[in-house]
């Protein structure tokens, strides 16, 4: 199988290409909130990613460490132990690119030596800057997501998401990251409580309204368990309802466990979507 070329997100952009984008989630973690050791390796990891292919993703997203709350950390060199032999599988079988699903610059600089070629960097660039210079050196994309140790009340996140997006972004740009492989992400759950969630995404267009592509990762997560009182996998009705709104809202792109009905989802409110434009 061909490796993928270089990511070019304006190709990718519902405000260019017409559609949404779905990266489809792929957790090599025995940890993770909802997946946590269903595909952790082998044979395992490829038949999703080639499922999560089939059934419309776009980009698949593989990670090594669970970002949950509460999750441990681990150090680079298990994270490299269960991502490599996942990427490697992945591009050798399906043509889809890869995104690598870490903060750490050791693992962004062999996963996409491996074939990755986006970076879904949940702290932003800011965690360990130097994971700017790796995607640069590599032509890579990034997905800038907002992600801050600091608190703050629901009346100034928009403000404070809007200034951390301003440091990663010239952290970006320094490193020779273009803007149109620069993608954004508000970050629902890292972080911030309910109340800031809903506000967050309520307002998502202030986001969207900076010019970046901004992909929206809910999908499962704990609000949609606190509005309906489902469990992770009994979460889907809730994600979707999120995501089309975010889509009305102008996001365009959409980190989900559940390809195949997001595409349909997805499908309908673009064709909705297209229509009023073009009316």
């Known amino acids: 199988m061909a490796p993928a070329a270089p990511i070019d997100i304006d190709h990718l952009d519902r405000r260019t290409s017409g559609r949404s984008l779905i990266m489809g989630i792929l957790n090599v973690t025995p940890d993770s909130f909802s997946d946590g ?25 593989i990670g090594g460490e669970s ?66 210079r790796v995607a640069g050196a590599h032509g890579a994309a990034v997905v800038i997501s907002h992600w801050e140790r600091e608190t703050y009340s629901p009346a100034t996140i928009l403000d404070a998401m809007q200034r951390f997006f301003d440091r990663s972004i010239a952290l970006a740009r320094a490193a020779g990251i273009p803007d149109h492989r620069i993608v954004l992400d508000p970050g629902i759950g890292f972080g911030k409580n309910m109340t800031e969630n809903l506000l967050i995404l309520d307002r998502i267009d202030e986001i969207v309204a900076r010019g970046f592509p901004v992909l929206l990762g809910v999908s499962r997560k704990r609000f949609i368990g606190e509005i309906t009182g489902r469990e992770p996998k009994d979460r889907l009705a809730g994600t979707i309802a999120t995501n089309v709104l975010a889509a009305a809202k102008g996001v365009s792109a959409f980190r989900v466990h559940d390809v195949a009905a997001h595409r349909d989802a997805l499908a309908v409110t673009d064709a909705i979507l297209s229509s009023r434009e073009h009316s």
């Open 67 to 132: 970002t949950r709350p509460g999750a441990a950390e681990v150090n680079a060199e298990t994270e490299l132990a269960r991502v490599l032999p996942a990427i490697r599988a992945v591009a050798a079988r399906t043509n889809a690119p890869i995104s690598i699903d870490t903060y750490k610059a050791a693992v962004a600089e062999q996963a996409l030596t491996a074939g990755a070629t986006i970076v879904n960097d949940v702290w932003g660039l800011q965690r360990e800057p130097e994971i700017a």
């Open 37 to 61: 050791g269903d595909h952790a390796e082998g044979e395992a990891v490829v038949a999703h990613a080639e499922r999560l292919v089939a059934e419309g993703a776009d980009i698949i997203d």
